[in-house]
Structures are given as C-alpha cells and as structure tokens.
C-alpha cells in the first residue's frame, strides 16, 4: 500500500462549487505539505503544517484553506473554484529527524475546474 | 528572476549517451540542495541530494559550486528508463521553516 494517499485521483468541477481534497499517510511524519504544479511553474507552496496544531501559508494560499484532521490527514479545501485553479496538485510528508527536508509525495489530484 | 532556473529541455539522448543537466539558484543562503525525478504524470521522487564535495551514486553524479551558485547532475550510460523530468530543489532555513523551492524541471527523452 502506498505511503501517502490521496483522494480524489481526478475530480472535474464548475467554478463556484467548494471542493476538498484528502491526504493520508502511514509514515508516522509530523511535517505534511500541499502543492500544485502547473506546466512552466513547477511547483509552488500552498500551505504546509509541521505537527496537527501549527499550519501555515505557503506562497500561493489565496483561494485555498486547509485543515490538520490528525497527523496522518492534512486536507485542502477550495471554498470557491475558479478556473485558473486547475492544476496538478500534491500532498507531501516529511520528517522532522531526518536531517535533510527529502519530501515524500502522494500520487497527487487533477483537478480541472469549468 | 525565478529561485531557482532549469533548462526545460527537452534533451534528447540515445541509449549509452552521456548527459548533463544544470541548475542556478539565487538565493546565496540557500543551504541544501536535492535533485527530484518526475515520471509523466507521476509524483516527484527524491533521487539524490547534493553535497558540497560532489556525490556519486552508480551512474548519477551530482555536484554543487556554492560560489556561482550552480548545481548539476551528470548521468553516465544513459537507459531508456532514465526518460524523466528531473527537478532542480533547493532548500531555505529560518526558524521553524524548512521550504523546499523547486525548479521547473529539465525534460530527458532517452532514444533506442
């Protein structure tokens, strides 16, 4: 089973609508992480929360809010879609003591907003 | 100027070719280095970090010049699975932040 998961794989959805995407984990990381990735953009932070009581924006939180459920769930919500939101997006884990920042990625969403 | 500057490629290589790929950050107090691979459509995976010394694993050796700010990844004998886009990441510390800033990625298309 995979590491980090993320629900929905796809969801295609009309400007206006709220939409939330899930991540899971089971590597027992503090620190988890949202992106998206757009074609000649790469990636970009959106938030990111190093333990279930601290989240912070990243440099593109316009537009988006997220929630720490628990360690293992980080989820990310759209309140109100519109179309440049359509992207590729990405949950990432990290741990704390591991000396060096490597991020371990979900299979990401892609989500196209009408 | 962008963080952190790529080549987007793409390169075009045959199998067993020699190829590198280089990266420039802009940021002087950038202080870990990492390049990432990215299949199509897949989620970027760490493939090695960057040590000020130069650091090899098998046929991937990376290299990193503080003083010009430039980082580069050389693989050797190139295969048909190494056809990836390969992200240039670096990281930035203060207080309780530590941010990985990617690049945009160099594409590699190994030939047959």
């Known amino acids: 089973d995979a590491d980090v998961t993320q629900t929905p794989r796809n969801r295609i959805t009309k400007t206006g609508k709220r939409i939330m995407l899930e991540c899971s984990q089971t590597k027992g990381h503090d620190r988890m992480y949202w992106y998206r990735q757009d074609p000649g953009l790469g990636l970009r932070l959106i938030y990111y929360?190093?333990?279930?009581?601290?989240?912070n924006k990243g440099e593109i939180s316009d537009g988006y809010s997220v929630s720490r459920q628990a360690q293992a769930k980080f989820s990310l919500s759209l309140e109100s879609a519109i179309p440049n939101q359509t992207a590729l997006y990405f949950c990432?884990?990290?741990?704390?003591?591991?000396?060096?920042?490597?991020?371990?990625f979900g299979p990401g969403t892609r989500l196209t907003v009408l | 100027r962008k963080e952190v500057e790529q080549d987007p490629g793409p390169f075009n290589v045959p199998e067993g070719a020699t190829v590198a790929f280089n990266c420039t950050y802009s940021?002087?107090?950038?202080?870990?280095f990492f390049w990432y691979r990215q299949d199509c459509r897949k989620e970027p995976k760490l493939l090695m970090s960057v040590y000020s010394s130069g650091n090899e694993d098998g046929r991937f050796t990376a290299q990193l010049n503080r003083a010009s700010q430039y980082i580069s990844l050389l693989i050797r004998d190139s295969k048909l699975s190494d056809s990836a886009t390969y992200l240039c990441?670096?990281?930035?510390?203060?207080?309780?932040?530590?941010?990985?800033?990617f690049g945009t990625g160099t594409l590699l298309a190994v030939q047959p």
């Open positions: 990432a884990t990290s741990d704390v003591l591991a000396g060096y920042n490597e991020q371990f």
């Open positions: 990441v670096v990281t930035l510390y203060g207080g309780a932040t530590n941010k990985l800033i």
């Open positions: 929360s190093f333990d279930v009581k601290d989240i």
């Open positions: 940021n002087s107090a950038s202080q870990s």
